[in-house]
T-cell receptor, first 109, second 120 residues
Framework: DAKTTQPPSMDCAEGRAANLPCNHS???????VYWYRQIHSQGPQYIIH???NNETNEMASLIITEDRKSSTLILPHATLRDTAVYYC??????????FGRGTSLIVHP | GAVVSQHPSRVICKSGTSVKIECRSL??????MFWYRQFPKKSLMLMAT?????????EQGVEKDKFLINHASLTLSTLTVTSAHPEDSSFYIC????????????????FGPGTRLTVT
């Protein structure tokens, strides 16, 4: 599976958009980009995934660059409850996700 | 939908005893279940992958005789930590996946809430 690079930490003001970047320059054609988050002492929660088109659901939007070498997870109106570690994972058909260090997002009042 | 439960949520046991953790997919049949371990302030580390009715596949460095995995049905997998020691104290998380529809190019994976094991 392709390796991902994420900033170790970010912060965001409540009510503002949180934009979390992820680099995956070695992604191959059949690999998807997945995003999960983990709130302290809980299991990871699926957020969104995509292949090459931008995606949006009730939780977030996923913007994937045309060359697919990077992506951005957007939380449009961050709340305090969005404080968590966000993991960007790239994986193909075998789909055994490997978790990196992720980005620790702190949403402050 | 797609809820995964774990039991117990917390367990404290004495060194040398065995502990069983259950992972259930409540509203779907899981083709595969995964077991992860997470130490404080660290990321999740995959321990093993199991398919219903077959032996689990363990990751390198994970002792299969110490971490017994049974996947008896499409909705239940168990992890037994045998002869637990304090260094086995960790947060254990299971996940279950299923393939959404024919032709779908991915498996969706859902995680349980985790089990905090403390070995004294």
């Amino acid at each position: 599976d392709a390796k991902t690079t994420q900033p170790p930490s970010m912060d965001c003001a409540e009510g503002r958009a949180a934009n979390l970047p992820c680099n995956h320059s070695t992604i191959s054609g059949n690999e998807y980009v997945y995003w999960y988050r983990q709130i302290h002492s809980q299991g990871p929660q699926y957020i969104i995934h995509g292949l090459k088109n931008n995606e949006t659901n009730e939780m977030a939007s996923l913007i994937i660059t045309e060359d697919r070498k990077s992506s951005t997870l957007i939380l449009p109106h961050a709340t305090l409850r969005d404080t968590a570690v966000y993991y960007c994972i790239v994986t193909g058909g075998s789909y055994i996700p490997t978790f990196g260090r992720g980005t620790s997002l702190i949403v402050h009042p | 939908g797609a809820v995964v439960s774990q039991h117990p949520s917390r367990v404290i046991c004495k060194s040398g005893t065995s502990v069983k953790i259950e992972c259930r997919s409540l509203d779907f049949q899981a083709t595969t279940m995964f077991w992860y371990r997470q130490f404080p302030k660290k990321s999740l580390m995959l321990m093993a992958t199991s398919n219903e009715g077959s032996k689990a596949t363990y990751e390198q460095g994970v002792e299969k005789d110490k971490f017994l995995i049974n996947h008896a049905s499409l909705t239940l997998s168990t992890l037994t930590v045998t002869s637990a020691h304090p260094e086995d104290s960790s947060f254990y998380i299971c996940s279950a996946s299923f393939r959404r529809g024919k032709g779908a190019g991915f498996n969706e994976q859902y995680f349980g809430p985790g089990t905090r094991l403390t070995v004294t």
